[in-house]
Structure formats: C-alpha cells, structure tokens
C-alpha cells in the first residue's frame, strides 16, 4: 500500500512515517528536505519533535519535494494551516475541513462513492 498524506491527521505523523519507509529509513532525507526548503537539519528536527511546525512556504516548497499530487497537496497545507492555528475558533473551521476530507477518504476507500 502506498503511503498518502490522506490516510493521516496530522502532517508530522505522516512526515515520521515517510522517514520510515524511506530506502534509507530517514537517513540522509533531514538533510535532503532542509536542502530543500532553504534551512538547518535542526530546524527540520525541532518540527518533527513538535516544537516547531512548517510556514505554508515551506509546506509547499515540502509539497513539491515530495511530489504529492494536487489533492494531496492542498491536503497537506490544510494540516499545517490546522497545526499553525493559533485560535480556537480558527482551530475548529480547519478541523471540520479536515473531518470532510477524511470521511470522503474513507468513503472511496471503502468504495461507498
């Protein structure tokens, strides 16, 4: 099965397991995507360990890198717009953006469309 940035709620959570699956289980790719997007592994580092989350430049300079096509593309800066909300009532509007992707994702998965 390949990996999607659909099947996760959370942009780190599928950034770890993109590491993961690499050929090279995340060696060397820290220092590819701080490449990249124009900053330090440590940076990298921090936002994966949850101090730190990704501008929407740098999300779409990631979409780029890792090819996603456009659905997957948008999807992904809606998780990084969620991670970056700083109100709550910001928080909830991109979470029930978030809920209609996935429950659409999971409607086609189980062939329901």
Not at 49 to 71: D, I
Not at 81 to 110: M, V, W, Y
């Amino acid at each position: 099965m390949e990996l999607s940035v659909l099947d996760f709620r959370d942009y780190k959570a599928y950034l770890h397991e993109v590491l993961k699956k690499s050929k090279s289980r995340g060696h060397g790719m820290r220092s590819q995507i701080a490449k990249a997007l124009g900053c330090n592994v440590a940076y990298i580092s921090q936002i994966l360990n949850k101090s730190a989350n990704f501008s929407l430049e740098q999300a779409e300079s990631l979409n780029q890198f890792l090819g996603h096509p456009k659905n997957e593309c948008h999807y992904f800066l809606l998780l990084v717009q969620f991670a970056r909300a700083g109100s709550f009532d910001l928080q909830q509007r991109l979470k029930e953006q978030i809920d209609d992707h996935f429950k659409k994702r999971l409607l086609l998965k189980n062939g329901s469309i």
